[in-house]
Each structure stands twice: as structure tokens, then as C-alpha cells.
């Protein structure tokens, strides 16, 4: 069975659709857990009609974040496979089906995930996923760092179109509590790092960039603190050593997106010293070129290719 998790904050104008796209699923197999984190709306006059419903579970809770909101709706689910999705986003009918069938076929990975159609705010539609050209459809990664480092589109999944064992989300220990952005990510990482990754090219749900308040903020925390956890991965030595060291790489990239956004910020300091960090050889050359162009251009102006490049998308 799957247990699927939806925390909702504030979300009266759209929960009804993403609660109704669970329903109009093809696999019946299912138990649905509404976390409603403190909203201040009228999302709990919306949740109401489905209190009777034995297929849903809602809790109330003082809000305390999206990462405690997902971690308590786990803690109350029975399913084996545990799915996500946004109170703001909606699953096509076919999504839990193909989840099954990459379960059926690829047995022992931990994190399942699909592709996300993505409705920008500028109007335009991310249909499918790149990556995949050039490649088969369904893809088995025993170590999904060695691709991630290869190609950045590897992580092409959100957290919406993302599966994970209940073994797996145990082991992983959940999502971070206090993790401004990155919370699905981080936890993506971590279970990585120990189970293999199933990766489908189907497009299985739907993701509105329009109702996104985190991503209208920001694109990434310079401060994430996987940044610091990770270095357990390194020594954990239950994680074969070639994994570890490909973790490693991957994290190079991020600490190279990670001086981009304190110059972003103006922590111009922060930044120098995160470069000086990075092991150059595992950059790409257009990466070094970029970052070295950034770190001697003025704020503002950084700020504002930054806003014109991402921020209309976001």
C-alpha cells in the first residue's frame, strides 16, 4: 500500500484539486494523510467534507514547517511506500500506477521518482524531461552520484513525483526540520547514498511554479545544512567508497552554486572562502568561468542576471 503524505499551510484556494487527484488515481491501493500545519484560512473548513472518509486521515497541528508537517504524516501512515505531493500541485490519474510498476520491476532501490510538468510563472511549460534523451526509459542508478556528477539533469524528479520505502525514509531519518529550501533534496541525497534510484522519463504529475512561495524567495539555501551532515556519508563506511567519493564531486558542484548565492546575497567574504574550498578539478571549466566573472562584478549587477535569468521562471 501506498501512504500518501500532503501538508498544507494557507492552501483553501487548491487543497480540493490536489486531494482529488489522489482519488482519480488508476491504483486504488492507497491511504491518504492530510497534515494541516497551523493554516490561518479556511483549509480546514475545506478538509471537513472528508473527515468522514476512511481512506483519509487529516491532522491539525501547530505550525511547525513543511519538513515536520511531511515527518508527522509518516509517523501516522501504515504504507510500505511512502508518496508526496503538495497541497498546490495535482498527480496525473496514472501517477500511483507507475509507481507500482517501477516498484514491481526494480525491488530493492529506495527513492523511485518520475518527471514533473512544470507550469512556469513566465507561461511556459517544461513537458518532458531532457535528460532522458539518448537514454532508455526507465533507468536503475546502483549509484546515482556517479551520474548526478555527470549530468546535473539526473535530478530531474520533485518531491511530488518522488517514492521512497518506509525502510529507506527510516534509515534516512526524515526530512530536516528548519530547512529553509532543499528539505526534498537533502532527503533524495541521503537515501542516494545508501539504495539504489529508479528514474522514469513519464511525465506522472503536475508542477504549479505560480502557487510556490518558497521558490518565489529563493532557489537555494547557501546556509543548507547538508553542507554539514553529509560528512557522516563520507564516513560512513557502510557506503562503498566509490559512492562516497562520487558524493564528494557532487557536493564540489553545490558549494560552487553555493558561492554564487552568498555573492547573490552580498556576503561577498563567505563566498571568497567557499571558493578557495572547492576542488577546481572537479568543476567544469564553465563553471570556474562563470564563478570567477561573479566574484569580481558588483552585487546589483549579479542580482539582476540572476532575477532576469531564474527569477521569472521561479
Not at 537555494?220 to 553542507?227: K, Y
Not at 551532515?229 to 553555493?258: C, G, Q
Request: include cysteine; aromatic fraction near 12%.
Amino acid at each position: 500500500m501506498f501512504s500518501v503524505i500532503i501538508p498544507v499551510y494557507n492552501g483553501a484556494k487548491f487543497i480540493d484539486k490536489a486531494i482529488e487527484s489522489v482519488f482519480s488515481q488508476t491504483n486504488s491501493d492507497w491511504e491518504l494523510i492530510v497534515v494541516n500545519d497551523g493554516s490561518k484560512d479556511d483549509t480546514m473548513s475545506v478538509l471537513q467534507k472528508y473527515e468522514d472518509n476512511d481512506k483519509i486521515l487529516i491532522i491539525n497541528q501547530e505550525n511547525s514547517g513543511v519538513s515536520v508537517a511531511r515527518n508527522t504524516g509518516v509517523e501516522a501512515s501504515k504504507g510500505e511506500y511512502i508518496a508526496f505531493l503538495d497541497a498546490d500541485d495535482v498527480w496525473h490519474n496514472n501517477h500511483l500506477e507507475v509507481m507500482a510498476k517501477l516498484i514491481e520491476n526494480y525491488p530493492t532501490a529506495g527513492l523511485y521518482g518520475t518527471f514533473t510538468r512544470t507550469e512556469l510563472v513566465n507561461g511556459d511549460v517544461m513537458e518532458k524531461a531532457e535528460f532522458f534523451e539518448g537514454k532508455e526509459d526507465t533507468l536503475f542508478l546502483e549509484d546515482f552520484f556517479a551520474e548526478y556528477h555527470k549530468v546535473k539533469g539526473t535530478k530531474m524528479f520533485t518531491v511530488i513525483t518522488t517514492c521512497v520505502s518506509r525502510e529507506a525514509f527510516v534509515k534516512s531519518g526524515g526530512f530536516p526540520k528548519g530547512c529553509k529550501i532543499g528539505e526534498d533534496l537533502e532527503l533524495s541525497l541521503v537515501v542516494a547514498a545508501y539504495y539504489p534510484v529508479v528514474l522514469s522519463s513519464q511525465g506522472t504529475a503536475t508542477y504549479i511554479k505560480e502557487n510556490s512561495e518558497a521558490t518565489k524567495t529563493q532557489s537555494f539555501d547557501p546556509d543548507w545544512g547538508f553542507f554539514e551532515r553529509v560528512k557522516t556519508l563520507y564516513a560512513d563506511e557502510t557506503i562503498p567508497k566509490e559512492k562516497r567519493e562520487n558524493i564528494k564531486k557532487v557536493m564540489e558542484w553545490f558549494s560552487m552554486r553555493r558561492c554564487r548565492h552568498y555573492i547573490i546575497d552580498g556576503e561577498r567574504k563567505k563566498a571568497y572562502e567557499v571558493y578557495k574550498s572547492i576542488n577546481k578539478r572537479e568543476i567544469s571549466k564553465k563553471d570556474l568561468v562563470i564563478n570567477t566573472v561573479l566574484m569580481v562584478m558588483p552585487t546589483a549587477l549579479v542580482r539582476k542576471i540572476f532575477y532576469s535569468r531564474w527569477r521569472g521562471k521561479a
